[in-house]
């Protein structure tokens, strides 16, 4: 794969077509070839279309993505606004010290019809939200004031969730 891409870089080209560019490598091999074609886009101005499953490759070498289903362009933009226009659920994960369960259908709960909640395991609990229907600390206001809480995660969602909801 790195002699193919070195050999595809001998006449300084334009554009470079790149098929599933890290595929079979190791990490560390993956990361220079990323770094590499990183460098080669903004040193020689080189336009980079990548077609590729890996979508690390995506997240780490593009500012563009192009989404086609079936035949079909479903998506035409910058990656950030891919983010902002399907990526906006983010997921609380909150495991408790004492209770089973947290209560967000009370009365007392503002959040309580832009929030969903699954119970994961015994003691720990999953919230799913909207950013922009959130405020985040308030909502971990909430619940640190109400439960002993063990631990508590955030997770945004990632490229490949996103791309499963389109």
């Known amino acids: 794969m790195r002699a193919d891409l070195a050999a595809s870089l001998l006449h ?5 077509f790149l098929d599933e560019p890290t595929i079979g490598l190791d990490v560390f091999a993956k990361e220079k070839i990323r770094q590499a074609l990183k460098y080669i886009n903004s040193n020689f101005n080189t336009t980079l279309l990548l077609t590729t499953h890996d979508l690390d490759d995506i997240e780490e070498i593009c500012e563009k993505i192009l989404i086609i289903d079936k035949g079909e362009v479903i998506f035409h933009d910058m990656l950030g606004e891919l983010k902002k ?20 259908s009370g009365a007392d ?3 309580t019809s832009a929030l969903t909640q699954k119970q994961v395991a015994d003691k720990v609990v999953t919230i799913s939200f909207k950013d922009s229907e959130i405020n985040l600390p308030e909502l971990m206001k909430f619940i640190v004031t109400r439960y002993q809480v063990k631990d508590l995660s ?3 969602p990632e490229l490949e969730d996103i791309i499963k909801s389109i």
């Open 85 to 104: 226009s399907y990526g906006n659920q983010s997921l609380l994960t909150v495991e408790l010290i004492d209770k089973n369960s947290i209560d967000i």
């Open 109 to 111: 709960c503002p959040f």
């Open 12 to 16: 300084n080209p334009c554009v470079l």
């Open 154 to 156: 955030i997770k945004k």
